[in-house]
């Protein structure tokens, strides 16, 4: 793979949480956060003129893109770097105010965020695909909502495209609890993970600007911020939550809270064997102690085994 230089351009991704609810339960309003975050958008087409910018919104409701304009193409940057600023921060600001606007009634949902990064990678396929130079894409999660346990399995593939890709992820959280799945996200591609504490209303642009700003080539010669306590524990494909424990299925790879007779992802039939362990057992051993066993029908070598995933 090749080194970033110096010289070489990037293609920043943003993803803005616009869900009304979370912001209203966070230390920081969603226009402050705007505000700081239209900064650091700026301070970032300052650093190239070659930079190229995407911004999207995610809401309970949709994701759309709030610059460039959809049907407008890539965005094209030239020396009038104060009118580009201009065009960026009226377009993101009234964005942002049409979603929040449509999500209004859907403040106890969670936003989506997996949906949203589909669409960033896309784009940035898309856009990596057209260009004739080197481009370093990353992509950039605001977030103030909680996680939702029923897009771990599209979050998690998307995740795992991104570091195929080789686009790293930051995540600037802005609320008191942590985002176990966002966690992972930059852990795994190589990016930067930041929660905002308070008061938020004077750390989000500082933060941004240390930890978010820096392309690939910078981000060599730099000692990023690590975070030592991720939580890599799976949730299951079941009733989506988080386990220590579980059982997975051989064939498919799925992970459930619950021994099951059917896997519900590639409907591997299980027949059930009870085995007591009673002769030849070693002294001091507690009496018949009995073991549950899965072997799928015909398929001896295709099991749901009881795995530790803590």
Same mark, same amino acid.
């Given at each position: 793979?090749?080194?970033?230089?110096?010289?070489?351009?990037?293609?920043?991704?943003?993803?803005?949480?616009?869900?009304?609810?979370?912001?209203?339960?966070?230390?920081?309003?969603?226009?402050?956060?705007?505000?700081?975050?239209?900064?650091?958008?700026? *301070?970032?087409?300052?650093?190239?003129?070659?930079?190229?910018? !995407?911004?999207?919104?995610?809401?309970?409701?949709?994701?759309?893109?709030?610059?460039?304009?959809?049907?407008?193409?890539?965005?094209?940057?030239? !020396?009038?770097?104060?009118?580009?600023?201009?065009?960026?921060?009226?377009?993101?600001?009234?964005?942002?105010?049409?979603?929040?606007?449509?999500?209004?009634?859907?403040?106890?949902?969670?936003?989506?965020?997996?949906?949203?990064?589909?669409?960033?990678?896309?784009?940035?396929?898309? %856009?990596? *695909?057209?260009?004739?130079?080197?481009?370093?894409?990353?992509?950039?999660?605001?977030?103030?909502?909680?996680?939702?346990?029923?897009?771990? %399995?599209?979050?998690?593939?998307? %995740?795992?495209?991104?570091?195929?890709?080789?686009?790293?992820?930051?995540?600037?959280?802005?609320?008191?609890?942590?985002?176990?799945?966002?966690?992972?996200?930059?852990?795994?591609?190589?990016?930067?993970?930041?929660?905002?504490?308070?008061?938020?209303?004077?750390?989000?642009?500082?933060?941004?600007?240390?930890?978010?700003?820096?392309?690939?080539?910078?981000?060599?010669?730099?000692?990023?911020?690590?975070?030592?306590?991720?939580?890599?524990?799976?949730?299951?494909?079941?009733?989506?939550?988080?386990?220590?424990?579980?059982?997975?299925?051989? !064939?498919?790879?799925? %992970?459930?809270?619950?021994?099951?007779?059917?896997?519900?992802?590639?409907?591997?039939?299980?027949?059930?064997?009870?085995?007591?362990?009673?002769?030849?057992?070693?002294?001091?051993?507690?009496?018949?102690?009995?073991?549950?066993?899965?072997?799928?029908?015909?398929?001896?070598?295709?099991?749901?085994?009881?795995?530790?995933?803590?």
């Amino acid at each position: 793979m090749a080194e970033p230089l110096e010289s070489d351009s990037s293609l920043l991704v943003v993803i803005l949480d616009v869900n009304p609810g979370s912001w209203a339960r966070s230390a920081l309003p969603l226009d402050k956060a705007l505000q700081q975050m239209v900064i650091f958008i700026n *301070a970032y087409l300052a650093l190239n003129t070659e930079n190229r910018l !995407v911004v999207l919104g995610a809401s309970p409701r949709e994701c759309r893109f709030l610059y460039p304009a959809p049907g407008g193409g890539a965005p094209t940057h030239d !020396v009038q770097v104060y009118e580009q600023f201009r065009a960026v921060d009226a377009r993101v600001l009234s964005g942002v105010a049409a979603m929040v606007e449509d999500a209004a009634g859907d403040d106890a949902g969670h936003s989506l965020m997996s949906r949203a990064l589909s669409m960033a990678l896309c784009h940035i396929r898309r %856009i990596s *695909a057209s260009v004739m130079t080197k481009v370093w894409p990353r992509i950039l999660v605001l977030s103030a909502g909680s996680d939702s346990a029923r897009e771990y %399995i599209s979050l998690m593939n998307s %995740i795992f495209a991104a570091e195929k890709m080789s686009v790293l992820v930051d995540v600037c959280k802005v609320v008191a609890q942590d985002s176990v799945f966002l966690q992972q996200a930059a852990e795994i591609t190589g990016g930067n993970y930041v929660r905002v504490d308070t008061p938020a209303n004077e750390s989000l642009l500082q933060t941004l600007m240390f930890t978010c700003l820096a392309d690939h080539y910078t981000r060599g010669i730099l000692n990023a911020p690590s975070n030592e306590l991720i939580d890599f524990r799976a949730t299951c494909f079941c009733h989506r939550r988080v386990v220590d424990i579980g059982f997975v299925c051989s !064939v498919c790879l799925s %992970i459930f809270c619950q021994m099951a007779p059917v896997c519900s992802t590639c409907q591997t039939k299980f027949t059930f064997k009870v085995a007591r362990a009673g002769k030849g057992r070693a002294s001091g051993e507690p009496p018949a102690a009995v073991a549950a066993a899965a072997t799928a029908a015909g398929t001896p070598s295709a099991a749901m085994s009881s795995l530790n995933l803590s």
